[in-house]
């Protein structure tokens, strides 16, 4: 019985996207390595914190739609309350948990791991935090909850992009630099793309229970050209550093990568089959997890 209990909450945190969690402290940590300012408890801290944000994101998004009906006949993998693997107040106590234990991992990691930070910029990075958790939670969840208001991109865009790279890079090394900016708007975009594949798959669900995510404005065909468009950025965004900063061509080993995307580029203009799209967004999601590590790696061997 504990077993099948464990498997049903592995099955709501979504092993599948949580990959995506690692992306942002891996790019900021191996940034802040070649500036000289990495540190062991940091970058441990980062991910998991940021892992716990996106566990919450999920258990808050399993809730938020089981709850508006928005699940009903969903193509998608399996939903933990849809499949009445758990029950609404076993997900809501462990939504509550969760998100305690991001409150606490990121508590830790601002005022303890990171203890060389002024006390303003600390206080900075904390609110931060509990803007994360309070974002990760309000996804789907509330009377007003943004993802059903077409926001959700943009929030997944700015926290597991902008805010986990770079929040990660200036845990480690308590400065600035403008060029941590390209990356981590490229991770902030493909992790915004990850949720598009599951926005074009669930597209006629969303539609019919009034969930206007950016799919819905757009139409699938076009969500479809915004798909490559954001894609084809983030891989400029990423060179870009590397060439201003060009030093072996280690640093360009992460371009092996290039093929994953296009194929899945390709893939996603052909197909609209659930079963094609959820394996898209499992390979997008590993394939920036992939990208993450060897940009990251080779910026540091080639630097």
């Known amino acids: 019985m504990q077993s099948n209990k464990l498997k ?38 980062s991910i998991i914190t940021t892992l716990l944000l996106q566990i919450l994101s999920n258990f808050a998004n399993d809730y938020g739609d089981f709850v508006k009906g928005t699940d009903h006949n969903r ?22 948990i ?17 203890a060389h930070l002024s006390l303003e910029l600390k206080f900075l990075l904390f609110i931060l935090g509990l803007s994360a958790i309070y974002a990760a939670i309000k996804y789907t969840v509330g009377n007003k909850p943004y993802g059903y208001h077409g926001w959700g991109d943009a929030v997944v865009f700015l926290f597991f992009g902008l805010v986990s790279t ?41 539609k019919q229970h ?8 757009l139409g699938q065909q076009n969500a479809r050209h915004y798909h490559a468009t954001i ?24 371009i092996v ?25 499992k390979r997008l999601a590993l394939s920036t997890f992939l990208l993450s590590i060897l940009w990251g790696g080779g910026q540091i061997i080639g630097s």
């Not at 969760?98 to 990171?114: C, D, K, P, R, Y």
């Not at 009034?210 to 404005?217: A, G, P, Q, R, Y």
Request: positive net charge; contains cysteine; hydrophobic residues 55%.
């Open 98 to 114: 969760v998100s305690l234990l991001s409150l606490i991992s990121g508590t830790i990691l601002v005022f303890l791991f990171a």
């Open 210 to 217: 009034n969930k206007t995510t950016l799919v819905v404005i």
């Open 75 to 96: 193509k998608g993998p399996t939903r933990a309350l849809q499949s009445n693997l758990v029950t609404v107040e076993e997900m809501k106590k462990a939504i509550y």
């Open 231 to 254: 894609i084809t950025i983030a891989w400029i965004l990423l060179l870009i550093p590397v060439i201003l900063q060009y030093h072996s061509p280690i640093q360009l080993v992460f």
């Open 8 to 45: 049903s909450w592995i099955i709501a945190a979504r092993l599948r996207t949580l990959p995506l969690a690692f992306t942002g402290p891996i790019v900021g940590s191996c940034v802040a390595y070649t500036n000289h300012g990495f540190r062991w408890a940091v970058a441990i801290g």
């Open 166 to 206: 770079v929040g990660t890079f200036v845990l480690h090394t308590g400065t600035f630099d403008a060029l941590i900016l390209l990356p981590a708007i490229s991770m902030g975009m493909l992790s915004a793309a990850v949720l598009n594949i599951n926005n074009i798959r669930d597209y006629h669900e969303d």
């Open 257 to 281: 990568t290039l093929p994953l995307f296009v194929k899945g580029i390709i893939q996603i203009f052909r197909s609209s089959e659930a079963d094609i799209l959820n394996n898209e967004l």
